[in-house]
Nanobody, 114 residues
Framework: VQLVESGGGLVQPGGSLRLSCKASGGISLVYVMGWYRQVPDNGGRELVATITTTDVIQYGDFVNGRFIISRDGAKNTVNLEMNNLEPGDTGVYYC????????WGQGTQVNVSS
């Protein structure tokens, strides 16, 4: 499975960004797909949001209603709309795919700064 990420970049506090991830190559009918992030001074990757093929969604505790994850099943694409971004959201965001196997995207940088 290959994961191609797009989006990210620099935004001012309070702004919005949209991340997208497209999966291709030997995809199962049932999978979980979403985003994790690694922020400065935090050792590991933390959950941002995931969505299953039955549209069960999970968000990280820090999201607090600011982000919306959605998917296009026909295109095997997951989108993450991030609103009201804060400097603490700065980090590298990784697309994640799991269907018994596990795959990671290369990561896309999100910078929230004035």
């Amino acid at each position: 499975v290959q994961l191609v990420e797009s989006g990210g970049g620099l935004v001012q506090p309070g702004g919005s960004l949209r991340l997208s991830c497209k999966a291709s190559g030997g995809i199962s009918l049932v999978y979980v797909m979403g985003w994790y992030r690694q922020v400065p001074d935090n050792g590991g990757r933390e959950l941002v949001a995931t969505i299953t093929t039955t549209d069960v969604i999970q968000y990280g505790d820090f999201v607090n209603g600011r982000f919306i994850i959605s998917r296009d099943g026909a295109k095997n694409t997951v989108n993450l709309e991030m609103n009201n971004l804060e400097p603490g959201d700065t980090g590298v965001y990784y697309c994640h795919f799991r269907d018994g196997r596990e795959y990671w995207g290369q990561g896309t940088q999100v910078n929230v700064s004035s």
